[in-house]
Structure formats: structure tokens, C-alpha cells
């Protein structure tokens, strides 16, 4: 069992940047595959980064053009979301997610499904 919360969430103007923190519970961390996702009101959520256990990894839609990064430390059990020039097209409830990372993972298994889900952070960007 893994337990995740996020963190980092909040008001902002478009342009800046924020970064979102997910901790994990467990000591096994560095096994465990980790993403974000986002759902925006009325939307279908969305992947917008995946990460492996090594960190050595990451997976983003093809659609993003390189404003969020996503990163882990896996000595402090925590995945992180870069998030660079913010718009307000951004702004949903983002959640981190995770599921035990197996070997010769394929690329779109980084996409989903996860098995286990924080809370989410919203985050707001104000035009």
C-alpha cells in the first residue's frame, strides 16, 4: 500500500511558476512508477507526466510543450511537478499517482491505469 498526498497547489498569475510536491508513504518508494494527472471542471482528466522508480525515465503527452517537468527524490519519498509559465488553460485539480514499476515497462504503460491516487492540490492561474 502506498499513500500519497500533494502538496504545492494554489492562486496564481499566468506566467509564473509552481511546483507541486507529492510524498509517498512506505520505504519502497523507488519501486513504485509515479505520474501526474489533472482534471479541469467539465473535463476528463488528464496524464501530464509520468515518471519510473530509478527517476531515470519520464514520460510526458505529446501534446505538452515542455513547460512542466517531473522529477522524484527518492531519499525523501517525493515526486515533483515543475510547472513553468503558467496559463490560466492550466488550472484543474492535479493529482499524483503511483503503481509498482516492473521491468521493460513499455511507454504508453506509463500513461495508466495507476493503482493508487492522492488527494489532489488545485491550482488556480488568474489571467
Known amino acids: 500500500q502506498v499513500q500519497l498526498v500533494e502538496s504545492g497547489g494554489g492562486l496564481v498569475q499566468a506566467g509564473v511558476s509552481l511546483r507541486l510536491s507529492c510524498a509517498a508513504s512506505?520505504?519502497?518508494?523507488?519501486?513504485?512508477?509515479m505520474a501526474w494527472f489533472r482534471q479541469a471542471p467539465g473535463k476528463e482528466r488528464e496524464f501530464v507526466a509520468a515518471?519510473?522508480?530509478?527517476?531515470?525515465?519520464?514520460y510526458y503527452p505529446g501534446s505538452q510543450k515542455g513547460r512542466f517537468t517531473i522529477s522524484r527524490d527518492n531519499a525523501k519519498n517525493t515526486a515533483y511537478l515543475q510547472m513553468n509559465s503558467l496559463k490560466p488553460e492550466d488550472a484543474a485539480v492535479y493529482y499524483c499517482?503511483?503503481?509498482?514499476?516492473?521491468?521493460?515497462?513499455?511507454?504508453?504503460?506509463?500513461?495508466?491505469?495507476?493503482?493508487?491516487w492522492g488527494q489532489g492540490t488545485q491550482v488556480t492561474v488568474s489571467s
Open positions: 499517482a503511483a503503481k509498482p514499476q516492473t521491468s521493460y515497462a513499455s511507454t504508453i504503460s506509463y500513461y495508466g491505469p495507476y493503482d493508487y
Open positions: 515518471i519510473s522508480g530509478s527517476g531515470g525515465s519520464t
Open positions: 512506505g520505504r519502497t518508494f523507488s519501486s513504485y512508477s
